[in-house]
T-cell receptor, first 114, second 116 residues
């Protein structure tokens, strides 16, 4: 069975500080990996996607994620947090064997303090 | 290009009723997936349709059903509503031109269903 673990359901940072959101996955085959962001009362917006072309993936709004196969991790980072980054972030995996289905982590709520 | 649209955005129903939610995918997208989002269970996969055929189904009771039309628009239906069906229902579309896995899913704003 596929699973995605997001360590820390809540992360708080000061504006300008580094953002690090952790994601570990289990998959028997090399997966496709995604990070989505959800703002209040909205759907999910794609931040970035890993497709094996490069281990460091750059996304929108200054976010990037690094795929580490040995650690089965896909952590999301941003060098300097902005107030507008406050939202819930979801890591998701598509194992490659299940069409049309994403397996999501439980989400991490990011709070940014001024 | 217009994004994924879902109607209605908000819905209030009572126990025992049924409800139909609609999803219009991005133009040219042939795959539509549905998810239920609740605070307790997170994001859970309901089912996925491609070219009017259900290809994949999550672990939900038969009260949850769906269909896809020839223009790729999709509906999901929940019969005999229960209080626990209160949730945000999200649909997502992807191109899936080659029937490949790993295609990016683009999400709509969701329909928030409240069952009283």
């Amino acid at each position: 069975a596929q699973s995605v673990t997001q360590l820390g359901s809540h992360v708080s940072v000061s504006e300008g500080a580094l953002v690090l959101l952790r994601c570990n996955y289990s998959s028997s085959v090399p997966p496709y990996l995604f990070w989505y962001v959800q703002y209040p009362n909205q759907g999910l917006q794609l931040l970035l996607k890993y497709t094996s072309a490069a281990t460091l993936v750059k996304g929108i709004n200054g976010f990037e994620a690094e795929f580490k196969k040995s650690e089965t991790s896909f952590h999301l980072t941003k060098p300097s947090a902005h107030m507008s980054d406050a939202a819930e972030y979801f890591c998701a995996v598509s194992p490659g064997s299940t069409l049309g289905r994403l397996y999501f982590g439980r989400g991490t709520q990011l709070t940014v303090w001024p | 290009k217009a994004g994924v649209t879902q109607t209605p955005r908000y819905l209030i129903k009572t126990r025992g009723q049924q409800v139909t939610l609609s999803c219009s995918p991005i133009s040219g997208h042939r795959s539509v997936s549905w998810y239920q989002q609740t605070p307790g269970q997170g994001l859970q996969f309901l089912f996925e349709y491609f070219s009017e055929t259900q290809r994949n189904k999550g672990n939900f009771p038969g009260r949850f059903s769906g269909r896809q039309f020839s223009n790729s628009r999709s509906e999901m239906n929940v019969s005999t509503l229960e209080l626990g069906d209160s949730a945000l229902y999200l649909c997502a579309s992807s191109r899936n031109l080659q029937g490949e896995s790993g295609e990016t899913q683009y999400f709509g704003p969701g329909t928030r269903l409240l069952v009283l």
